[in-house]
Nanobody, 125 residues
């Protein structure tokens, strides 16, 4: 199983980006997919997830109302639409996949075995 992220870049505060995560090797709908981020000098934190187990989604409080996660099973791709970006959103963003994770636990990075290489998001004027 491979995960390939794309869509990162430099954006001004208040701007938007859409990240993509393509799953290669198995059908997307087998998995719970999570988005995580890690800023310099900080711990990796869960941003959002979509669970195959219970069909639910979950978002970190810091991104609720600004970020939206979606999946396109036909394209084997998961998206993270990020609006109203702020400098504190600057980080490397990773997608991760695993089986059997309910949405209530989907922001816990230790539950995932499969990770992408990450894509840099920088929010700066």
């Amino acid at each position: 199983l491979q995960l390939v992220e794309s869509g990162g870049g430099l954006v001004q505060p208040g701007g938007s980006l859409r990240l993509s995560c393509v799953i290669v090797g198995r059908p997307l709908d087998y998995y719970t997919i999570g988005w995580f981020r890690q800023a310099p000098g900080k711990e990796r934190e869960g941003v959002s997830c979509i669970s195959h187990s219970d069909g639910g989604t979950n978002y970190a409080d810091s991104v609720k109302g600004r970020f939206t996660m979606s999946r396109d099973n036909a394209k084997n791709t998961v998206y993270l639409q990020m609006n109203s970006l702020q400098p504190e959103d600057t980080a490397i963003y990773y997608c991760a996949a695993d089986i059997g994770i309910d949405s209530d636990y989907g922001l816990l990075s230790g539950l995932y075995d499969h990770w992408g290489q990450g894509t840099q998001v920088t929010v700066s004027s």
